[in-house]
């Protein structure tokens, strides 16, 4: 079994991006995406990779401008991220057997299927989201919230506001209204493993672009469902039946399209794949032992 956490680099706008990436397993590959978020990195998918390893190589990858490297100051954009993925499954995981994308990282995994259709596999999309924080928070259009990216990324008050919106009180308090299930989930030690990722040189750029919309690969749900309908590939949808009703409504809605098979697990929020690994992996086996492997 292959046990091996290693860097990558990727060069955008002028600038190299260092990347932690983690490998485990043998067999076909499973290419695994965490969400986009402030306290997101590659190890959240840790619980499910190794409740996989047993049956499937399997590859888990941070984002840029996330994750727990340094991060050069970048005007992360949507065409980064699509860009970032196709590197992914032409260089570094090439054709993988099925991809598991989680939170935001289910819209960039939708748009890539549909320009290469194949690229991804089978795909597994874990409470998919389209929409950030903000803009679902308060129906309002991701261009109001573009004076809070301006004003993180400034050398002085930009430090300042992001730790406001990222100290212990505030993380923990969002992480049991939506990411969590269960309140005591969040230990003292797992709520420091988290915070550490937001202190992280650089964090507070990609983090207030995704919370305010700028991330945002769909400008609406129909355009969101649109592009899943088109998809070929089997697509299976994940969520928790605590899933904060927003949020829940837009699953709800992708997993009534024809060609998608939505599966609500009895607990979890937003983490559920964290929080709750083998009742997503047990899911989530029954997809890939669907039909033949490659």
Not at 211 to 238: C, N, Q, W, Y
Not at 259 to 286: C, M, Y
Request: charged share 20%; proline share 7%.
């Amino acid at each position: 079994m292959n046990d091996l956490t290693k860097e990558i680099s990727w060069r955008w706008s002028g600038k190299t991006v260092e990347f932690g990436i983690d490998r485990l397993g043998s067999g076909p590959l499973v290419l695994l995406l965490a969400a986009l978020s402030s306290i997101s990195t590659r190890r959240e998918m840790w619980p499910l990779q190794s409740h996989l390893a047993s049956n499937y190589e399997t590859i888990a990858v941070d984002w840029p401008g996330f994750g727990d490297r340094a991060k050069p100051q970048v005007d992360w954009r949507p065409e980064a991220y699509s860009a970032f993925l196709d590197h992914l499954v032409t260089r570094v995981a090439p054709r993988p057997f099925a991809t598991c994308a989680a939170g935001h990282a289910s819209a960039y995994v939708l748009a890539q299927a549909v320009a290469r259709p194949g690229s991804l596999g089978r795909l597994c999309l874990i409470a998919p989201t389209w929409r950030g924080p903000l803009p679902t928070m308060t129906g309002k259009p991701k261009e109001v919230f573009q004076w809070i990216v301006r004003a993180v990324d400034r050398p002085l008050l930009g430090p300042i506001l992001y730790k406001l919106n990222v100290n212990p009180l505030i993380v923990r308090m969002m992480a049991r209204g939506h990411v969590y299930a269960d309140p005591s989930w969040l230990t003292a030690s797992r709520l420091a493993d988290k915070l550490m990722v937001t202190t992280s040189n650089g964090a507070r750029h990609a983090s207030a672009r995704f919370v305010t919309g700028a991330l945002d690969k769909m400008t609406s749900r129909d355009e969101f469902l649109s592009l899943a309908a088109h998809v070929t590939d089997p697509i299976l949808v994940l969520y928790g039946a605590a899933t904060p009703p927003k949020s829940k409504a837009e699953m709800e809605a992708l997993g009534g399209l024809k060609n998608v098979r939505a599966i609500e697990l009895p607990s979890g929020k937003l983490a559920v794949h964290e929080e709750f690994p083998i009742d997503t992996a047990s899911a989530l086996k029954a997809l890939l032992m669907e039909g033949p492997r490659r």
